[in-house]
């Protein structure tokens, strides 16, 4: 007996680490980058308050789906698109680059029909 109420407080022990470890990998994003999004997505949304919690709701799901390195990353490949001549040419042709910015678009299109 005294074994299994040993177990149970261990498990106990254990579950709200693992619950943290699943909430600040949900929760990787800085405030800032959930802002510039939210910002950019009612410039292309609209300005209203059904559009603010749209667009919450959208950060939040590609934060769910995308590690927030992984969404770095393929905002810097996105950015780097736009830049004329050879030297960002590796930026649109690489097939790494090119995965980076598929994720990317699957988790906004799961955030599109989730919240929009």
Do not use: H, W
Request: overall charge neutral; glycine content about 6%.
């Amino acid at each position: 007996m005294r074994g299994a109420v040993l177990a149970l407080m261990a498990a106990g022990l254990t579950a709200p680490a693992a619950a943290q470890d699943v909430a600040a990998r949900l929760n990787d994003y800085p405030t800032a980058a959930r802002a510039d999004y939210v910002f950019a997505c009612m410039a292309t949304n609209g300005q209203g308050r059904d559009v603010l919690e749209k667009c919450s709701c959208s950060v939040d799901v590609i934060a769910s789906i995308l590690p927030y390195k992984k969404y770095l990353e393929a905002e810097t490949v996105l950015m780097m698109r736009q830049v004329g001549g050879d030297r960002a040419a590796i930026f649109r042709t690489s097939a790494m680059a090119n995965a980076l910015v598929a994720d990317l678009r699957r988790a906004q299109a799961e955030a599109e029909i989730v919240c929009f």
